[in-house]
C-alpha cells in the first residue's frame, strides 16, 4: 500500500518513523512519502519537506509567514493528488494537518491521525472537523478516549510511544565514558532543556542561566535542540560556564540529577527517565494573552495533566523568576520533594498504558485499511 505521511515536527518525526518500521514489517509492499524529518527519511520514506522548514510558533511568527504556510497547504494537496495514497496518515501538527485531513475527505482518501492535537486543552470545536473528516484516531494519552467519546467520536488508545522509545533507548554509555566523550569533569549534572525553536529558547535559556552561579558544585548543561545550530546557543551562554551537547538528551537526562524543562513533550520524556523537574515556560506577551483566554486545562506539563495533579512544579510567565528557580531547583536536589516526584512516576507509567504503542498503531491500521468500507 502507498502511504503518505505528515508530521510537522521532531516528535513526530520520531513517532512517525517508528509506525513505519511496524507498518512495513505487516506490509512488505508499503511505500512511503512524507513530510517529516531525517527519522522517516531512514525508514525508506521519500521526503518532501523537512519539518526545519515548517515549524512556526507563536502569533507574530505565524502571521510573518503566513504566505509561505499558504503555499505550502497548496503544494501539498497538489502532491497528495499527484501521489494518490490508500491512506493520508496525519501526526499531530493541527493548523496544518487538519486543513489536509479536510482536502483528503473531500477527494476521496482515507484518512488516519495518529497523536490526537491536544484539543482537550483548546479550540475543542475542532472535533467536528475530525469527526467529518478522519476515519480512526489513535491517541497517546489515557484521558483522550474519554473526551472524544463526549462528543460521539470514538478512539483507540494505543499508549504513548516515548515508553517504546525509552525503554528501546540500550546503548547508551556509562557516566564516565558521558563526561569523557563530551569534556565535562566529574560534577553532578543539572539538564538544561529549553525547548526546540529559536524563539522559545531565547527567553528560557536567559532565565535558567540566572542561577547557575548560585549552584557552584554542580554542571549545567545544555541539551541542544538537533534543528538549531550549535552556535546559536553560544550566543546566548557567553561568559558562562555552561555547555551544549546536540543528540544526547536521553544520555543527559539519565546522568543528571534534575532538570529544567521547558513545557511539551519534553516534560514527560524527564519523567519517563526518572529525572526530578521543574517545568518553565514564557512566551511573547500577545501569544500568552491568546493562549490564557482560550486554554482550559489546569496544567501546561504532560505530566500533570496526566496524573490530575500538580506533581512537578510549574513555572509559568510572571512566576519564572530567578528566586522561584532557585528555590525549586533546591527542593529538587536536596529536598522531600525529590523522592516524591520519584515515588510518583512509577504511577504516570502505568496510567500510559504499557509498551508496544507502534506496534498497535500499525496493526489496528492495517486491520483497517483491509477493510473495503470506512469505519463510521
Request: proline share 3%; net charge positive; with cysteine.
Amino acid at each position: 500500500m502507498k502511504y503518505y505521511i505528515i508530521a510537522g515536527e521532531a516528535s513526530g518525526d520520531l513517532h512517525a518513523s517508528n509506525l513505519m518500521k511496524e507498518l512495513k514489517k505487516l506490509d512488505t509492499e508499503a511505500t512511503f512519502r512524507c513530510w517529516g524529518g531525517d527519522l522517516m527519511a531512514e525508514q525508506g520514506a521519500d521526503l518532501v519537506r523537512h519539518y526545519r522548514d515548517l515549524a512556526f510558533m507563536g502569533f507574530f511568527e505565524v502571521l510573518a509567514h503566513i504566505n509561505t504556510i499558504a503555499k505550502n497547504i497548496r503544494f501539498c494537496k497538489k502532491d497528495i493528488l499527484e501521489y494518490h495514497p490508500d491512506v493520508l496518515i496525519l501526526v499531530d501538527y493541527p493548523g496544518f494537518n487538519l486543513r489536509i485531513s479536510r482536502f483528503a475527505h473531500e477527494h476521496g482518501i482515507r484518512v488516519f491521525y495518529y497523536i490526537s492535537p491536544q484539543l482537550w486543552a483548546w479550540r475543542s470545536s475542532r472535533v467536528k472537523t475530525i469527526k467529518k473528516n478522519v476515519e480512526r484516531m489513535f491517541v497517546i494519552l489515557p484521558f483522550e478516549k474519554e473526551f472524544y467519546a463526549r462528543y460521539g467520536y470514538e478512539v483507540d488508545f494505543i499508549g504513548h510511544p516515548l515508553l517504546d522509545v525509552i525503554n528501546g533507548d540500550t546503548t547508551h554509555p556509562g557516566r564516565k565514558a558521558f563526561l569523557e566523550r563530551n569534556h565535562l569533569p566529574d560534577k553532578p549534572l543539572v539538564a538544561l532543556l529549553p525547548g526546540s525553536r529559536r524563539q522559545e529558547i531565547r527567553p528560557m535559556l536567559e532565565s535558567m542561566l540566572k542561577i547557575v552561579s548560585s549552584f557552584g558544585e554542580y554542571q549545567f548543561v545544555i541539551a541542544g535542540a538537533p534543528s538549531i545550530n550549535p552556535d546559536f546557543y553560544t550566543g546566548i551562554t557567553t561568559g558562562s560556564s555552561v555547555c551544549v551537547i546536540t543528540g544526547q538528551t536521553y544520555d543527559l537526562l539519565r546522568y543528571s540529577e534534575a532538570a529544567l524543562v521547558t513545557s511539551g513533550t519534553a516534560t514527560l520524556e524527564t519523567a519517563l527517565m526518572g529525572i526530578p523537574q521543574a517545568v518553565c515556560y514564557k512566551g511573547d506577551f500577545i501569544s500568552f494573552l491568546v493562549a490564557r483566554s482560550v486554554i482550559r486545562v489546569k496544567y501546561i506539563s504532560l505530566v500533570n495533566l496526566i496524573m490530575d495533579k500538580e506533581i512537578i512544579r510549574e513555572l509559568i510567565q510572571d512566576d519564572l523568576t530567578s528566586q522561584n528557580l532557585r528555590n525549586e531547583l533546591k527542593k529538587l536536589l536536596d529536598g522531600k520533594e525529590r523522592q516524591e516526584i520519584i515515588q510518583t512516576y512509577a504511577s504516570l507509567r502505568e496510567k500510559l498504558g504499557g509498551s508496544g504503542a507502534s506496534v498497535k498503531a500499525a496493526g489496528l491500521m492495517i486491520q483497517y485499511l483491509k477493510k473495503n468500507q470506512v469505519i463510521r
